[in-house]
């Protein structure tokens, strides 16, 4: 973890579970930004007396541990690459500061809109043990999925409450090849998302990117991490993106 980004996130106001539920955001838009992670300290100078930090057990830090699964022919990795629209995502989640585990099931519409299905499920299960769910949720079974990558991030959320917005944090990303175990390292990067009610106009976390010349641009952990850690994998429409992380690499 950054020296630097500790002791600023140290003068953050702490905010529990319960307060930051207040910010509901039921019509919200969300906008993703991946810039060099050596920024990142100076940004949270500029928005520290704008937001309050989530602390779950008194730990701003939260470590996320995600199984992405696919099928043998990727389906589902393919579909984003191809650009394809009403399009899945399959995973486990294990949330590492309380143990919590859920099978998480994401589809975005052909409309730009997200919807996400969970349930409490270990990860020591077998998936068919979660079919119902699966078919349910999705036009995929239990049996026809495979282990693809493994995505590990440490996140922080940030709230400003009385504008009714969250911005989520992710740093020192790993992704790691579920066949082979070679891992790629990713930590050179932040990626910051942005979730704002629709009819908010005033963002300080917007402002601040801007002043730093960070701007929106999309990424999906999963489709890029997968891109990189397989060799024999199409990744046409991923290469100007991978070909950026790399160049913020350089850019240290």
């Known amino acids: 973890m950054d020296s630097k980004v500790v002791d600023i996130i140290s003068s953050f106001k702490p905010i529990s579970l319960e307060e930051m539920d207040s910010v509901k955001l ?42 992405y699964f696919d099928t043998f022919d990727d389906d589902m990795y393919l579909s984003h690459q191809n650009g394809k629209l009403n399009r899945y995502k399959i995973r486990h989640r294990t949330y590492l500061s309380t143990n919590a585990e859920y ?22 299960k077998s ?31 940030l709230v400003d409450l009385v504008r009714g917005e969250r911005a ?15 891992r790629v390292d ?17 963002s300080a976390m ?13 990424m999906s952990k999963y489709t890029i991490g997968t891109a990189a850690i397989y060799n024999d994998i199409k990744k046409n429409r991923l290469k100007k993106k991978l070909r950026f992380l790399e160049k913020l690499k350089v850019t240290l």
């Not at 989520?168 to 070679?182: G, H, M, R, S, Y």
């Not at 990713?186 to 005033?202: A, M, V």
């Open 186 to 202: 990713f930590s050179h990067i932040c990626i910051i998302e942005l979730k704002r009610d629709k009819s908010s106009n005033n």
């Open 103 to 124: 099978l998480e099931i994401k589809f975005k519409t052909n409309k730009g809109r997200t919807f996400k299905k969970r349930m409490q499920f270990p990860i020591s």
């Open 26 to 67: 039921l019509n919200r838009t969300d906008t993703k930004y991946v810039f060099e992670a050596s920024k990142l300290p100076a940004i949270l100078q500029d928005i520290k007396q704008s937001y309050a930090v989530l602390h779950i057990q008194n730990n701003p830090y939260q470590d996320y541990k995600t199984i």
């Open 127 to 157: 998936l068919i043990e979660a079919n119902e769910f699966i078919q349910k949720h999705s036009p995929y079974s239990g049996e026809q999925l495979r282990y693809k990558s493994l995505v590990e991030y440490t996140r922080l959320t």
């Open 168 to 182: 989520t944090v992710d740093i020192n990303l790993q992704v790691t090849n579920c066949e082979n175990n070679e």
């Open 206 to 218: 917007q402002s601040t990117l801007r002043k730093h010349r960070v701007f929106q641009r999309g």
